[in-house]
């Protein structure tokens, strides 16, 4: 099984500063994904990568698949980034929606 | 586009009482799943149905059993609830790419 290892686990950010946020994970796979909890409780996905570099606003995710490592980046962070970041990777038979989650870190970001 | 659609949101129930949480897709999605999250935990993964007719136990899926009723709807039934399985649940479904969720239904069994 593979163990999903993320850090920090709480993270607190002065808004414009800009995060970083890593995942690591045991055994080799074909996609990550990192996905984003707000306090409401919903659980919407940010990317799906499986190699390189993909980028949405100011949401950058990275991946370097030989050393079994994401990080997602927030550049210009603001309060409103604030919320539960989950890292995921490909669990039961591969498919991309059996997910295997890391713990999450919980990042606030104040004005 | 509702997307994936969980009921209800909210329910208490006392232990030993059973209860179905539906969810349906309108992605036309082949595979769906429920999870669980607990403080602490993350997300685990229960049941999941990789096509219409067709369920897998995930990493928890004691204490529950499912429905692929069509490919729409995938049912989680607790037929009789402990209080560990107090917990909020998130329905979802995937088509290759990301996985897409419902809004999570938070259980309490007292």
């Known amino acids: 099984k593979n163990e999903v290892e993320q850090s920090p686990q709480n993270l607190t950010a002065q808004e414009g500063e800009f995060i970083t946020i890593n995942c690591s994970y045991s055994?080799?796979?074909?996609?990550l994904h990192w996905l984003q909890q707000h306090p409401g409780g919903g659980i919407v996905s940010l990317f799906m990568l499986s190699s390189g570099k993909k980028k949405h606003g100011r949401l950058i995710a990275t991946i370097n698949i030989q050393e079994k490592h994401s990080s997602l980046h927030i550049t210009a962070s603001h309060p409103r980034d604030s919320a539960v970041y989950i890292c995921?990777?490909?669990?039961?038979?591969?498919?991309?929606?059996?997910?295997?989650f890391g713990k999450g870190t919980k990042l606030s970001v104040k004005p | 586009n509702a997307g994936v659609t969980q009921t209800p949101k909210f329910q208490v129930l006392k232990t030993g009482q059973s209860m179905t949480l539906q969810c349906a897709q309108d992605?036309?999605?082949?595979?769906m799943y429920w999870y669980r999250q607990d403080p602490g935990m993350g997300l685990r993964l229960i049941y999941y149905?990789?096509?219409?007719?067709?369920?897998d136990k995930g990493e928890v899926p004691n204490g529950y059993n499912v429905s692929r009723l069509n490919k729409r709807e995938f049912s989680l039934r607790l037929e009789s609830a402990a209080p560990s399985q107090t917990s909020v649940y998130f329905c979802?479904?995937?088509?290759?790419?990301?996985?897409?969720f419902g809004q999570g239904t938070r259980l309490t069994v007292v």
């Open positions: 055994v080799g796979i074909s996609a």
């Open positions: 995921a990777v490909p669990g039961y038979g591969g498919s991309q929606g059996n997910l295997i």
């Open positions: 149905s990789a096509s219409e007719g067709t369920t």
């Open positions: 979802a479904s995937s088509e290759h790419t990301e996985a897409f």
């Open positions: 992605m036309n999605h082949n595979s």
